[in-house]
């Protein structure tokens, strides 16, 4: 006999060539591949004990190399190779009991060796229990003819050694079954309690996992072949009964149990990540709710959708979006306990089942929890991939009815989340108000432009050594038919949303020129103008040409206009970014950064993009003169302006305190209602010719 094969497949050439010579040195006989279709191309050739391979190894349809292989070949011992979080991938039982060893990279020469001769081991044994798939068997013989036992049992102690149980009628049997656990169940269809299909009905539930064998009497084929619809196994008839007949009935109806059972498995498991199936789902959630209502118990199904997924889909190629499916259902189920229920409903949608909630938890925090990690970056070949999420939470008892009416909810609340903007969450009955609301005002928002319901209000900014006024901030106002003002911070987002911040923000460059143009003919050249920029006026090359025709049509020197951006901005797509800036900075525009010390606050970006000034936002300018900390951040954020060459600005300032402390800590300007409010241009005219 040769030496025991392995087989090695690997794409990682390093890798692949130090296990093959660690393997040649513990004895054993490797082949190498660098492909999973090369992998299946050995296996059908060649026989190996052993296949060593990644546990992440992409491989057939964007199922796992390994999953595969256990499917087709069900007898095959693996020692799987790990790198940092595989080895948390969720994989099915075939997989897992397939799996010997599981060997972390890099490997080390002794360790690979010693888990091939483990996994040889565990190969041999696995062997060894498959032949004796029924020996030593215990069986449950329900037969109320003594004659007939003592023949089965008879042929079976001399073919197996089986141990056997034996009842006489369906009743004691149910009694046994109850407490007690067998590899086989032989039946005899006539008894005394039973007749017809009754013993297979009422045995069957209380041993789901065993193969069920009938015993027939001669011309009784019919009855026996109901029995095995009904789900037993096999049948055996009684005057044709001998030990060979017997012991391939039991090695079959073992064998059939097995498929049948991998059929329930695939019926209700997502074939790709693992989980649960949107059949298992509805089953499980069915059951639960049943059991809510008798014991008024609380639960919740929360939907899952992801963000743009299709954009990972038609970027990547489908590798990576499988790749991308099996990730997010593994952190799915590390942020829920094992009672919980994880599925996949198709595509890019997931929903989670919590089970047994009390009044004081809260299903919002497993949300949020989910979406956190879903958020993660996820390292894939071709480099890693950030996604998010949008979720629905359907809780019980808010949401009641029937199975369809709860995932309904969930799905109506998810769509509500994607609506708000995204990697976001919404609840079942919290939705509808504010839900409501967004509607109405987004509906409102269409035509606000074209209305003439946005306007422009100007914020003075001063110098705070000699308290002049250098410029205004262009601040958009939204009033409404009625006049009700809708507050920026409610409006803009949804302007974001839909992207018709883009237009209006365009709208908001002219009018900030046109009034600055204005000012400048009545004398007052030397002040500037600042306006917004929303992140999403960085998409494209177009605000180059919006501040181009601006400073042309209205004849403005360029340092009159400023560009306030936010940390978000800068933290996109960087060297695109940087294009625009960049660009802009040599037409002459000034860019401030809005709200500074509010976002990621990454220094490194100050150095890498060239800015003038930096606004300190309202929340540390609130506290300067209160909170120790906040100040001393605040004049540290003014003294690292100054060293980087850039002016500092203080956003919101409404106390005397806290104009005397930025006043000291030496900061350039300041903004505030205490030196004067947003107001409408014809004020602020008026203001200045005073
Ligand atoms: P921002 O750019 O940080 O604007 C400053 C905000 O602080 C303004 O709120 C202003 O009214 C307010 N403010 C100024 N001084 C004080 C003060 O002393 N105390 C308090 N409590 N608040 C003060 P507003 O007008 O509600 O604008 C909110 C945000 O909406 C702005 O924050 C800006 O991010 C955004 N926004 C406003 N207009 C536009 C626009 O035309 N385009 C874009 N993309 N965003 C805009
Ligand atoms: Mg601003
Ligand atoms: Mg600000």
């Known amino acids: 006999m040769g030496l025991p094969g392995v087989l090695l497949v690997d794409s990682d050439d390093r890798l692949h060539r130090m296990c093959a010579t660690a393997a040649r040195i513990h004895g054993f006989d490797a082949d190498v591949v660098t492909t999973a279709a090369a992998g299946f191309e050995r296996m059908a050739h060649g026989s190996y004990s052993v296949v060593v391979a990644d546990l992440e190894q992409p491989g057939v349809a964007g199922r796992s190399f390994l999953e595969e292989l256990c499917d087709r070949y069900p007898g095959i011992t693996i020692?799987?190779?790990?790198?940092?979080?595989?080895?948390?991938?969720?994989?099915?039982?075939?997989?897992?009991?397939?799996?010997?060893?599981?060997?972390?990279?890099?490997?080390?020469?002794?360790?690979?060796?010693?888990?091939?001769?483990?996994?040889?081991?565990?190969?041999?044994?696995?062997?060894?229990?498959?032949?004796?798939?029924?020996?030593?068997?215990?069986?449950?013989?329900?037969?109320?003819?003594?004659?007939?036992?003592?023949?089965?049992?008879?042929y079976l102690s001399e073919i197996c050694g089986a141990r056997v149980t034996r009842a006489t009628r369906v009743e004691d049997a149910a009694q046994i079954l109850r407490g007690v656990s067998y590899d086989f169940v032989i039946t005899d269809l006539t008894l005394p309690d039973a007749c017809g299909l009754d013993a297979?009905?009422?045995?069957q539930p209380l041993a789901p996992n065993a193969p069920f064998i009938v015993l027939t009497g001669i011309d009784d084929e019919d009855i026996a072949i109901r029995a095995m619809q009904q789900g037993a196994q096999d049948y055996l008839v009684k005057g044709q009964l001998d030990a060979p007949t017997l012991r391939r009935t039991l090695r079959h109806a073992a064998e059939r149990k097995r498929v049948y059972n991998r059929?329930?498995?695939?019926?209700?498991?997502?074939?790709?990540?693992?989980?649960?199936?949107?059949?298992?789902?509805?089953?499980?959630?069915?059951?639960?709710?049943?059991?809510?209502?008798?014991?008024?118990?609380?639960?919740?199904?929360?939907?899952?959708?992801?963000?743009?997924?299709?954009?990972?889909?038609?970027?990547?190629?489908?590798?990576?979006?499988?790749?991308?499916?099996?990730?997010?259902?593994?952190?799915?189920?590390?942020?829920?306990?094992?009672?919980?229920?994880?599925?996949?409903?198709?595509?890019?949608?997931?929903?989670?089942?919590?089970?047994?909630?009390?009044?004081?938890?809260?299903?919002?925090?497993?949300?949020?929890?989910?979406?956190?990690?879903?958020?993660?970056?996820?390292m894939l070949q071709g480099g890693e991939v950030v996604v998010t999420a949008s979720i629905g939470v359907a809780r019980y008892p808010d949401a009641a009815g029937s199975v369809d009416d709860i995932l309904k909810a969930a799905d109506t609340?998810?769509?509500?989340?994607?609506?708000?903007?995204?990697?976001?969450?919404?609840?079942?009955?919290?939705?509808?108000?504010?839900?409501?609301?967004?509607?109405?005002?987004?509906?409102?928002?269409?035509?606000?432009?074209?209305?003439?319901?946005?306007?422009?209000?100007?914020?003075?900014?001063?110098?705070?050594?000699?308290?002049?006024?250098?410029?205004?901030?262009?601040?958009?106002?939204w009033y409404r038919p009625g006049g009700v003002m809708v507050p920026p911070a409610e409006f803009i987002p949804l302007l974001e949303d839909s992207g018709r911040i883009v237009a209006v923000g365009e709208w908001v460059l002219a009018r900030a020129c046109e009034q600055l143009a204005i000012w400048r003919a009545s004398g007052y050249r030397d002040i500037r103008v600042a306006v917004n920029v929303s992140a999403r006026q960085f998409e494209g090359t177009g605000l180059i040409d919006t501040v181009g025709d601006c400073l042309r049509r209205y004849d403005l020197p360029p340092p009159c206009l400023e560009l306030e951006l936010t940390e978000t901005v800068l933290m996109g797509d960087t060297s695109h970014v940087k294009g625009i800036l960049d660009v802009l900075r040599r037409l002459g525009v000034r860019i401030a950064i809005d709200d500074f010390g509010t976002g990621y606050s990454s220094l490194a970006y100050l150095s890498r993009f060239a800015v003038d000034c930096l606004k300190i936002d309202r929340s540390f300018i609130d506290q300067v003169h209160v909170d120790r900390e906040r100040a001393l951040i605040t004049s540290a954020i003014i003294t690292l302006g100054h060293h980087l060459g850039l002016e500092v600005v203080a956003e919101g300032v409404e106390l005397a305190e806290q104009l005397a402390f930025v006043t000291s800590a030496r900061c350039d300007l300041a903004q505030g209602y205490l030196l004067g409010r947003p107001a409408r241009a014809e004020h602020v005219t008026a203001a200045l010719c005073s």
């Not at 297979?200 to 045995?203: A, D, E, N, P, S």
């Not at 308290?467 to 106002?477: F, I, K, Q, S, T």
């Open 263 to 378: 059929l329930v498995h695939l019926s209700r498991h997502d074939p790709l990540t693992g989980v649960g199936n949107r059949a298992a789902l509805r089953d499980r959630i069915e059951t639960t709710l049943a059991r809510a209502r008798r014991r008024e118990l609380g639960f919740a199904v929360l939907f899952i959708d992801l963000d743009r997924f299709k954009a990972i889909n038609d970027d990547l190629g489908h590798d990576a979006g499988d790749a991308v499916l099996i990730e997010i259902s593994a952190r799915i189920c590390a942020c829920v306990r094992t009672s919980d229920m994880v599925a996949r409903l198709g595509g890019d949608e997931f929903a989670v089942l919590l089970d047994e909630l009390q009044p004081t938890d809260h299903p919002l925090d497993v949300g949020r929890r989910i979406l956190r990690s879903i958020e993660r970056p996820i």
């Open 79 to 154: 020692v799987a190779l790990v790198r940092g979080s595989a080895i948390d991938v969720p994989r099915s039982h075939e997989l897992d009991t397939a799996i010997a060893t599981v060997v972390g990279t890099p490997v080390e020469s002794e360790i690979f060796g010693a888990a091939l001769h483990d996994a040889l081991d565990h190969h041999h044994r696995r062997v060894r229990r498959k032949l004796d798939a029924v020996d030593h068997s215990t069986i449950l013989l329900v037969e109320d003819s003594d004659g007939d036992a003592l023949l089965v049992v008879e």
């Open 200 to 203: 297979v009905r009422r045995l």
């Open 413 to 477: 609340a998810m769509y509500a989340a994607k609506r708000s903007g995204r990697n976001n969450i919404q609840i079942v009955g919290e939705v509808a108000a504010e839900d409501r609301d967004r509607v109405s005002l987004t509906h409102g928002l269409q035509h606000a432009l074209e209305r003439g319901e946005l306007s422009l209000h100007f914020q003075p900014q001063l110098t705070l050594d000699r308290h002049r006024v250098v410029g205004y901030e262009a601040l958009l106002r």
